[in-house]
T-cell receptor, first 115, second 111 residues
Framework: DTGVSQDPRHKITKRGQNVTFRCDPISEHNRLYWYRQTLGQGPEFLTYFQNEAQLEKSRLLSDRFSAERPKGSFSTLEIQRTEQGDSAMYLC?????????????FGPGTRLTVL | GQQVMQIPQYQHVQEGEDFTTYCNSSTTLSNIQWYKQRPGGHPVFLIQLVKSGEVKKQKRLTFQFGEAKKNSSLHITATQTTDVGTYFCAHTQGGSEKLVFGKGMKLTVNP
């Protein structure tokens, strides 16, 4: 499968614990995005990388959230001291820089439940 | 980013019916994209429109970008049960690559 992959697909954690999610983009895609989606809403942008550089971060990304893409390939999203409000689907997408607006391809997501 | 409004939020149709859903903005959009998310699935890219008045077709789906580039529509002909899901419109703006999504239109189809 050459699409975007995410791991784990589901994560249940207790409030206050740290969690880390991984995203593997489509190979050769230089841009990688993280979004968060709650029930009944559209995805909300969190951050994106071009290669290894983090180019934009949403105000939604509090200081408990950190994302990395150290070698410009896979990315990790860490949430420290999780809160119940962090429960959501975390979606990763990737794209290849082109002449016009990039098409973003989404992965299956990681569903986080904070108890 | 500027929010886009999708109407209706929910649509229930009988299989075989046609319907149209809309995506509206109060400001001019540089582009509009449509995604489909099946129940339990992730958003899947359908189409991107960038030109004023642009119309694109994909089998039974017709997408249109308004002349003023402030609205877009998705028309489905002869709805099938495979069309079930939530349809999102989204756009990028201001040189940013982040997508700003609407809240979606949830479609259910009665067989």
């Amino acid at each position: 499968d050459t699409g975007v992959s995410q791991d784990p697909r589901h994560k249940i954690t207790k409030r206050g614990q740290n969690v880390t999610f991984r995203c593997d983009p489509i190979s050769e895609h230089n841009r990688l995005y993280w979004y968060r989606q709650t029930l009944g809403q559209g995805p909300e942008f969190l951050t994106y990388f071009q290669n290894e550089a983090q180019l934009e971060k949403s105000r939604l990304l509090s200081d408990r959230f950190s994302a990395e893409r150290p070698k410009g390939s896979f990315s990790t999203l860490e949430i420290q001291r999780t809160e119940q409000g962090d429960s959501a689907m975390y979606l990763c997408a990737s794209s290849l820089t082109g002449i016009s607006t990039d098409t973003q391809y989404f992965g299956p997501g990681t569903r986080l439940t904070v108890l | 980013g500027q929010q886009v409004m999708q109407i209706p939020q929910y649509q229930h149709v009988q299989e075989g019916e046609d319907f149209t859903t809309y995506c509206n903005s109060s400001t001019t959009l540089s582009n509009i994209q449509w995604y489909k998310q099946r129940p339990g699935g992730h958003p899947v890219f359908l189409i991107q429109l960038v030109k004023s008045g642009e119309v694109k077709k994909q089998k039974r789906l017709t997408f249109q970008f308004g002349e003023a580039k402030k609205n877009s529509s998705l028309h489905i002909t002869a709805t099938q049960t495979t069309d079930v899901g939530t349809y999102f419109c989204a756009h990028t703006q201001g040189g940013s690559e982040k997508l700003v999504f609407g809240k979606g239109m949830k479609l259910t189809v009665n067989p």
